[in-house]
């Protein structure tokens, strides 16, 4: 253990937040988990394990107030009666139980509500359609509406008082909320006195701010997260504009501002399109109007940045999602002088994946997400083999490092071969593409834990055969060996190979990866049937590179599955930025004469585009040999001390790189147990 550096005490200072103190600057807003109502143990041991690892407050994710606010399948916060008010305490006494203050975040979605389940008629300050793709719009509130609404909102903050938070959230942000839409003049037309003027817009604001505070009676604080920029110029909210003369017409009335950016794709913006503390020109105006503290976000990482947001009067408390969720002892590890233990936040959005997808959130970086209560799992605590064991790693990918890592942690004594010059696999290959670079923190992280380690012995460029493995009559094996991309065109799509194209100009993936300089002179074809992240960013460097680049994909939108990252919108654009020609709904056809054919899914329609060479990302295949030959020899293992081959990661079954991380953990917590009990996890009725 290190000395804490005097620098960062600053972020151990109490703060002040109305009636009750938060302990140190450590503020882990609210963010959703994909656990809410319908897993409320998960929830609890998820937010508990975060008091423990410090952050003085802890909040929920949003908490639905009322039937009317129905965002299923979302599997968010609800407080719609007393009925939720014992799932809630399970949260509020696991925060407690560490000394950290709870916050809840209350909610009403108004037009993002389409009320799927409880099938009530969706509110708004002016009606229309709904938010998404439901055939459904909202109908206009009238002012008995707006005073049920009132009551609806007090009754819940009454009932959160009644759970115990100690600090209860009037949300007006992230373009999800009923109280931000009557604030916004493209959503709100009334002509009453809910509308026109900012003043008019903005009653609603005042009035459930006094609302709460005369709920809790001064029990709690009373917080207002606010969206001071929404980044659509004259079109929404501006931090230079209403925002500011919002803030400055309410500056004393709650005990806490939190700002941040609207919508949520602003506000979390993955690596590849921001930085850390990419907020702060937005909302560093805030302090000037207030005397209440402020709390922020911007995916900070560093307590270098922490600090200073603090010192240049910026922030009164370091506000954290996705750091607080990749590593949920980053503050007590500042406290205590580990600043190289942290694991950093990668950006990836993986997190708001979980959640966008209506399953318990998982983290690329922090395998033990969503698996705190299911599967007992801690994020830096792990239990000690019951006797001593030599274990053998083959590759130092993901998988591999992860499953080392854990097991050093374990008390074992590791041997990690990797074949090739250089650790982190797939992580050190991807990470070298444009935007995202911060993903070789996966690698980074795994191998600083492992090069302290006495017990850990590694490699390179150690490519292993079988007979090598039971030469080293290791106890157990893990096989992480990886997978490969196909360059034959099978996939979703194709479930079969396309003959044609052994015929053709194909560079692998991995190739475009290693070297911009595989592709030859001329046009560029990138064909997408993955539909995550790589194809774009293949389709971003061969532009970069100066090809003419036309990215190909059968599915309706460019790179699809990052609507749950995030960050769809902003891939589509960057490429239309660079130049690269779009083409959706089509599939590959046949390649002859220097032109590639592609064929409309909807129709057959056959259209020729010049082609020099042709990128497909479709599906990979595991690099499983090493894995097949041990088990062909597995009569042999005895003889050699070996009990165990363990088979992980891509090399396994092909998956994101958090995927693997979450498989070589689980196969280091697995090494010495009854392996039914390792995949085994507790359900919650």
């Known amino acids: 253990m290190n000395a804490r550096d005097p620098r960062y005490d600053i972020l151990l200072e109490p703060v002040r937040i109305g009636p009750v103190t938060a302990p140190n600057r450590f503020y ?7 656990m809410g109502h319908r897993y409320p143990q998960a929830e609890a041991a998820f937010r508990g394990v975060k008091a423990e690892g410090g952050w003085g407050v802890v909040c929920t994710q949003e908490a639905e107030i009322h039937p009317s606010a129905d965002l299923s399948p979302a599997n968010e916060a609800r407080i719609w009666d007393d009925a939720d008010v014992e799932r809630l305490r399970l949260v509020v006494d696991a925060v407690h139980a560490h000394g950290s203050l709870a916050g809840i975040q209350l909610a ?8 799927r389940y409880s099938r009530a008629v969706s509110l708004a300050p002016s009606g229309g359609p709904v938010a998404g793709d439901d055939p459904v719009q909202a109908r206009t509130m009238r002012v008995d509406d707006i005073a049920e609404f ?6 819940a903050a009454r009932r959160a008082r ?15 909320t009923l109280v931000q ?16 003027s900012l003043a008019n817009r903005a009653r609603l604001l005042r009035e459930v701010i006094e609302d709460t505070h005369d709920a809790v009676g001064g029990a709690c604080a009373v917080a207002v997260r606010l969206a001071v920029d929404e980044l659509l110029g004259d079109e929404g909210m501006t931090h230079d504009g209403e925002a500011a003369e919002l803030i400055g017409m309410l500056a ?48 900070f990482t560093s307590p270098d940045t922490m600090a200073r947001m603090v010192r240049d009067g910026v922030l009164d408390l370091v506000g954290a999602a996705r750091p607080s969720i990749a590593d949920p002892f980053l503050p007590r590890k500042i406290a205590r002088g580990d600043h190289d233990d942290i694991r950093e936040c990668i950006g990836c959005n993986v997190c708001t994946a979980g959640d966008n997808t209506n399953v318990p959130m998982r983290c690329t970086q922090n395998p033990t997400v969503g698996e705190e209560w299911r599967r007992g799992w801690h994020p830096e605590a792990i239990p000690s083999l019951p006797a001593p064991r030599r274990v053998l790693v083959v590759g130092g990918g993901p998988a591999g ?17 990797e074949a090739s010059a250089e650790w982190g696999g797939r992580v050190s290959r991807e990470s070298r593409l444009p935007g995202i670079a911060a993903w070789a923190r996966v690698r980074d992280w795994r191998l600083g834990q492992l090069t302290r380690a006495a017990s850990a012995a590694l490699y390179l460029e150690s490519r292993l055969t079988a007979a090598d493995v039971l030469e080293l009559g290791c106890q157990d094996v893990v096989v992480a060996t990886g997978a490969h991309w196909r360059t034959d065109g099978a996939g979703r799509t194709h479930r079969r190979p396309l003959p044609w194209l052994a015929a053709a100009p194909v560079v692998a993936p991995e190739a475009l990866m290693d070297d911009p300089a595989a592709l030859p002179e001329g046009p560029v074809t990138v064909y997408d049937d993955d539909r995550f992240y790589l194809a774009s960013l293949l389709a971003e460097r061969a532009a970069l590179t100066g090809h003419a680049t036309t990215f190909v994909t059968p599915a309706p939108l460019v790179a699809p599955w990052t609507e749950h990252t995030l960050e769809r919108d902003r891939i589509q654009a960057r490429l239309l930025e660079l130049g690269v020609e779009l083409v959706t709904a089509h599939t590959l056809a046949g390649w002859h004469d220097g032109a590639v054919t592609l064929a409309c899914i909807h129709t057959g329609r056959r259209v020729e585009h010049a082609c020099a060479a042709v990128v497909p990302v479709t599906s990979r295949r595991p690099d499983d040999a090493l894995y097949q030959d041990l088990v062909r ?43 039914d009990l390792t995949t085994a996890f507790r359900r919650e009725a």
């Open 108 to 115: 009403h979605g108004g037009l993002h509500a389409a009320n």
């Open 633 to 675: 020899r597995q009569a042999e293992w005895p003889d050699h001390g070996i009990e165990h081959v363990t088979l992980v990661g891509d090399a396994l079954a092909p998956s994101t790189i958090a995927a693997a991380v979450h498989s070589g953990h689980a196969a280091a917590r697995a090494v010495g147990r009854d392996p």
């Open 252 to 299: 004393e009335l709650p005990d806490l501002w939190d700002v941040n950016l609207s919508d949520w794709t602003n506000d979390s913006q993955t690596a590849r399109f921001s930085g850390e503390g990419f907020q702060e020109p937005y909302v560093r105006f805030v302090k000037d109007l207030t005397t209440k503290p402020v709390v922020g976000v911007g995916r």
């Open 181 to 196: 839409q009557f604030l916004l003049a493209r959503f709100n037309q009334r002509d009453d006195a809910y509308g026109g």
């Open 28 to 34: 882990q807003v609210p963010h959703c988990t994909g």
């Open 401 to 417: 490092l992860e499953a080392a890592r854990a097991l050093v942690q374990r008390g074992a004594e590791v041997t990690l071969a």
């Open 162 to 176: 009644d759970a115990g938070f100690d600090i209860v959230y009037v949300y007006a942000g992230h373009g999800m």
């Open 150 to 155: 009132r009551r609806w909102h007090r009754a």
